[in-house]
């Protein structure tokens, strides 16, 4: 049994498709996709089924799937609609409109109930995940951290910066681990690892691979930490599309990074 873990595929199904073929995860193993399935892509519906119909997966909310659950909570609300228009939403509301009122409601009513976080462990080691990060607490190390502190520690959290908090997570320690290295590790999303360039954060390799291609960067190793990455982005620009976007699948067991590029035109 494995764990994988990916995010932001933004519509952009087939490299999806081309990377769960590639390394062919088994109905055993567990998934997590920490939300943003839709939006800018071409079939942001393709993406929702995908992930909803995918074993062992579960899926998170992203700020996309709360702008598109916001307008359709409030058809009459001008800045919801505006807010989901610049954001990318015209092709996820085209692809809506293009099926039956009852299975589009089916889909929303899913999208509705996805939670903002998890978390789970591997080889120890305990793994919080969630779309964008979190607001850091000012604690000193979680250390031997049982799951009820970890939902303690995601209750203290506003759903605002679950699905959308940018700098405020990635420029500040999370506290999290002690200074043998010991506690949850943030995984998230959202933040195109580009964007970490113009941050001020001391990252562990280049955003970009040989190729140009966005990848995951891991951040926030220190001496207090243990010298242990305290948060793990896993957002390769697939919102950006052919050029620099990919989507990545990460195993968490032995750290492997599968890539699959978006390619042109799709």
Not at 48 to 54: A, F, G, V
Not at 185 to 200: F, K, R, S
Not at 252 to 258: A, K, Q
Request: aromatic share 8%; charged share 25%; hydrophobic share 35%.
């Amino acid at each position: 049994m494995a764990t994988y873990v990916f995010s932001d595929v933004h519509g952009h199904i087939a490299p999806v498709a081309r990377l769960l073929s590639r390394v062919s995860p088994s109905d055993d193993d567990t998934i997590f996709m920490l939300g943003d399935m839709i939006d800018r892509g071409p079939d942001p519906l393709g993406v929702m089924y995908l992930c909803r119909d995918l074993p062992g997966c579960t899926v998170l909310l992203g700020n996309h799937e709360d702008l598109m659950l916001s307008f359709f909570e409030h058809p009459n609300d001008d800045m919801a609609k505006i807010n989901w228009v610049i954001n990318g939403g015209g092709t996820t509301a085209e692809g809506l409109a293009s099926i039956p009122p009852s299975k589009c409601v089916e889909l929303l009513d899913w999208v509705g109930s996805l939670p903002l976080s998890a978390h789970t462990r591997v080889n120890g080691r305990p793994y919080l995940m969630v779309h964008a990060g979190i607001r850091p607490i000012g604690l000193s190390g979680f250390g031997d951290c049982t799951d009820e502190e970890l939902d303690m520690l995601v209750a203290t959290q506003s759903q605002e910066d679950l699905i959308w908090i940018r700098e405020e997570f990635w420029e500040e320690p999370t506290g999290l681990l002690d200074k043998e290295g010991r506690g949850p590790i943030i995984i998230a999303g959202h933040t195109p690892t580009p964007y970490l360039e113009h941050m001020h954060v001391t990252l562990d390799r280049n955003v970009y691979d040989e190729n140009g291609k966005a990848r995951m960067i891991k951040l926030g190793a220190c001496e207090k930490t243990g010298g242990v990455a305290d948060r793990w982005n896993i957002d390769c620009c697939a919102a950006g599309g052919y050029g620099r976007g990919q989507v990545l699948l990460l195993r968490l067991d032995d750290g492997e990074e599968f890539y699959e590029p978006v390619l042109e035109n799709e």
